[in-house]
């Protein structure tokens, strides 16, 4: 691991008078995001100025500082070999990587929204913690390609296992266990690999109010920003405690802390970053083994093929009701139309004018459908259940298969069994394997901005 994570007593104190090594007058008055290496060398993120200041172990005159086309800058992070990977979201919409002793950068993450945190995991994943957007999003670094997962959070605010409100601070641990210091829910959330729903960490006796980062010693004790607390605490064998600027009041004395925003450790001490103000069920399934077996017709035409201008109506509104926004065909000719003004699914057999099958239990404004070679049918429930259903062939109950942001206007599964959806007010698709029960998805395409670029 490239970031400082010392091994402690179990009964560490720490001096309750702390030493001022850089000022506003060098970091500037928005010193966001704060790293500190195995070496003791410290980066700072000057939001204010749009820069990077670099300190070497021990050094109160600054060693370096990066600022080429950089915006806002609020977080970063720094590899063991010394690339530097910084959020240019703001206005970039990107995060951006410097190889060290660079003087330029090259885009490693197109995002939607500032990156409030980065993390880089032991499998060379990039975490980026979006504020505005309240989730937690990663992609591989050892790929080019830009598909980035949703690893935690909706994309709304909220207060359930799977939402945030106002999120801050990330620490990703040598589990790949996922920790998020959910700020305006007064909670640590920790999300264990490949799950969607959060845990939330007990503190005891030592209530948290708008907790902004949290850091691991090498025991896996906890350290947290105990940001409207004016105070850092600490986990340890015997509970949670608090463990520098203890008063509870804010303020500028060297015992004081004044709404800490961040929290990093070196072997000998514990670093903080002041801020002026503080912007705010499993269901058992059969998977059908995939193969290149397509479910929707899709016929071979002649060279010259043409068709008859004039069409016939199988269904008008009086049956398939004002808004069928999903149609299907499968290859028996059979077809499905999503009903979204009456909030049904119906079903017709090759040639048939009459419906055979009506689905209306627990849907609300579907907007499509996609049924599959066994005949189980998934239909968009996202709109105001924020899922994708799936009906078992002839089933009469549903189960879901897929957490979304919204309404996926298109569905569609792939050879390999892997469910897409088209998320338009996101202006993104989303796909998830559907050979196994883990909850996440990721992005395919789109960057949740509306934009003409490639």
């Not at 957490?403 to 996926?408: L, S, Y």
């Amino acid at each position: 691991i490239s970031y400082n994570q010392p091994k402690l007593c179990a009964n560490a104190t720490w001096n309750q008078t702390a030493i001022t090594f850089a000022t506003s007058a060098t970091v500037g008055t928005k010193p966001y995001g704060m790293f500190v290496d195995t070496n003791n060398s410290i980066y700072v993120a000057d939001q204010a100025d749009g820069k990077i200041q670099v300190w070497f172990n021990g050094s109160t005159t600054l060693t370096g500082t990066l600022s080429a086309g950089l915006s806002v800058p609020y977080s970063l992070f720094v590899t063991d070999n010394s690339d530097i990977y910084v959020d240019n979201g703001y206005t970039n919409s990107r995060v951006d990587k410097w190889g060290w002793n660079s003087t330029s950068s090259v885009p490693a993450m197109y995002v939607c929204a500032q990156c409030y945190r980065l993390f880089v995991d032991i499998n060379n994943m990039l975490y980026c913690l979006m504020n505005a957007n309240p989730q937690v999003v990663s992609k591989s670094l050892d790929t080019r390609l830009n598909v980035w997962s949703i690893v935690a959070g909706t994309g709304t605010v909220g207060s359930t296992s799977v939402t945030f409100n106002d999120p801050w601070g990330i620490f990703v641990d040598i589990n790949l266990n996922l920790y998020v210091a959910d700020t305006k829910n007064n909670r640590i959330q920790k999300f264990a690999s490949g799950q969607l729903n959060g845990i939330t960490i007990a503190t005891g006796a030592i209530p948290l109010y708008r907790p902004t980062s949290i850091i691991f010693d090498t025991d896996g004790y906890i350290f947290i920003t105990d940001c409207w607390n004016h105070r850092l605490i600490g986990s340890g064998p015997n509970g949670f405690r608090c463990i520098a600027a203890c008063s509870g009041s804010s303020g500028s004395s060297s015992s004081q802390l004044y709404y800490p925003n961040l929290i990093n450790t070196t072997t000998a001490t514990t670093t903080a970053t002041n801020t002026t103000s503080v912007p705010q069920t499993t269901t058992a399934s059969t998977f059908v083994s995939y193969s290149n077996v397509i479910s929707f017709n899709q016929p071979k035409f002649g060279a010259y093929a043409t068709w008859d201008s004039i069409a016939i109506t199988f269904a008008n509104s009086s049956t398939a009701g004002t808004s069928p926004y999903g149609i299907f065909v499968d290859t028996n000719n059979t077809v499905y139309v999503a009903n979204k003004a009456n909030n049904r699914i119906q079903v017709w057999l090759s040639g048939s004018s009459i419906p055979t099958r009506n689905i209306t239990t627990g849907i609300t404004s579907p907007y499509s459908i996609f049924a599959t070679i066994a005949g189980d049918i998934y239909v968009d429930n996202g709109y105001t259940n924020n899922r994708v259903e799936k009906w078992a062939s002839y089933g009469n109950i549903s189960s879901s298969v897929m957490q979304v942001q919204g309404a996926c206007y298109d569905l569609f599964i792939d050879v390999n069994n892997t469910l897409y959806c088209s998320l338009y007010t996101q202006n993104q698709v989303a796909i998830k394997s559907l050979n196994g029960n883990s909850s996440m998805w990721i992005v395919a395409a789109g960057t949740e901005c509306s934009g003409s670029t490639s």
